[in-house]
């Protein structure tokens, strides 16, 4: 069961996300390969940049992380045969305050620090290549999970014609 700090980081990755211009910003998002991501974003500007963070609310739970960080590393090392595996171009670990230091980080992300009010960048990520197209596949499983849980399917045309 997610607990109540683990939900309150996803609501201030959400945030920053949002305060970082990313258009899109949800919640446990499926990164195929990968996996899921905590929280995912992309921004609306000319190179798409999308955004991944993991929220850690103790040092078994970051330990845990350990293969989403080897697979990063296979499919950024090997060129194009696992683009598939990259779930954005900027990597984060958002934790309380001083549980990961920024040397427990793995190099490919960054660490976001929550200190009970706000976010604090304590290391910024290495930008990784992601093709568009992973993207694109990225936000239609997205898409597909929300029409799982919201169904269009519920909307009526009203009298007028307009579904409501």
């Known amino acids: 069961m997610e607990s109540d700090l683990h ?26 390969a990968y996996g899921r991501y905590d929280v995912w974003g992309i921004k609306n500007d000319a190179n798409l940049m999308t955004y991944g963070i993991e929220c850690k609310v103790s040092v078994e ?32 670990i958002l934790c309380p305050e001083g549980l990961i230091t920024p040397e427990q980080i793995h190099r490919r992300y960054g660490l976001l620090w929550f200190n009970g009010e706000r976010l604090i960048n304590k290391k910024t990520p290495l930008f990784n290549e992601m093709p568009d197209r992973q993207k694109v596949k990225i936000i239609m499983k997205l898409l597909a999970s929300r029409q799982n849980k919201y169904p269009l399917s519920n909307l009526k ?6 579904t409501n």
């Open 7 to 32: 939900k309150k980081l996803k609501e201030r990755a959400v945030e920053y996300l949002f305060n970082k211009s990313c258009w899109i910003a949800c919640p446990e998002v499926e990164c195929g």
């Open 157 to 162: 045309p009203d009298d007028s014609g307009e």
């Open 61 to 92: 739970d970051f330990k845990n992380n350990r293969h989403k960080e080897a697979r990063l590393d296979t499919a950024c090392q090997e060129e194009g045969e696992f683009d598939g595996w990259i779930p954005a171009n900027l990597n984060y």
